[in-house]
């Protein structure tokens, strides 16, 4: 009675294993047959290239060398007699150690006072009260005021040892409305300290700036 069940699930077992071969058989036989249906598509790619360029390289030059020059022609005596013969220079006096004097040294010049030039100094001069004196002492043109004028005039001014201002020259202008004139005599209506080169005063050329303003 106990032999029977073994046999059983030996039986079962040996009929499992079975159909599980017949069962693999079929599906291989099956996916062979399918994979010779399978159409196998096969891509095309098209690479373009890009033109490659080649330079050309230039030939190389090379450089010529100059020529060496001539040698020198060597003097032939002619035989021709119509040639004049060679003359002999008489000697002179001349003494070329003995060197003139030299000029002398060409007198200083005096300042103009028309005309700008500039002095070197060690100090410059400077108004008496600084340049608000000068802006103090300026008289505003009733022209200039009623035509709205505002700016800067740059007057060129000559100033002597003593301090005086004795020239002007307007260097940059305002225009024909009195400004220039006003400037001017402001400058000059204040004492100026000299300028000073080695502690000696000198006469000087300076450009003072003007200012006009509406308040």
């Known amino acids: 009675m106990r032999d029977n069940p073994t046999k059983a699930l030996r039986l079962q077992y040996k009929r499992t294993l079975e159909l599980g071969l017949i069962v693999s058989l079929i599906l291989t036989i099956f996916l062979m047959q399918a994979y010779k249906k399978i159409e196998i598509k096969t891509a095309t790619r098209t690479v373009q290239l890009e033109a490659v360029q080649v330079e050309e390289i230039p030939q190389t030059q090379q450089e010529k060398t100059q020529a060496a020059p001539s040698r020198p022609t060597v003097p032939i005596a002619s035989d021709d007699e119509d040639l004049p013969e060679d003359e002999t220079?008489?000697?002179?006096?001349?003494?070329?150690?003995?060197?003139?004097?030299?000029?002398?040294?060409p007198p200083t010049a005096a300042i103009d006072e028309e005309t700008p030039v500039f002095i070197p100094y060690d100090e410059p001069p400077d108004p008496i009260g600084g340049y608000e004196a000068i802006q103090r002492r300026l008289v505003y043109p009733e022209i200039a005021k009623k035509a709205g004028v505002e700016g800067r005039v740059i007057i060129q001014a000559l100033i002597d040892e003593r301090g005086n201002v004795i020239n002007t020259v307007v260097m940059q202008s305002l225009g024909p409305n009195g400004c220039d004139e006003a400037a001017a005599a402001a400058i000059q209506s204040v004492k100026w300290k000299p300028a000073m080169q080695r502690d000696e005063p000198v006469k000087v050329w300076i450009a003072v700036p003007v200012d006009f303003q509406l308040r």
């Open 89 to 105: 220079i008489d000697f002179t006096d001349l003494d070329l150690e003995a060197e003139p004097p030299p000029p002398p040294p």
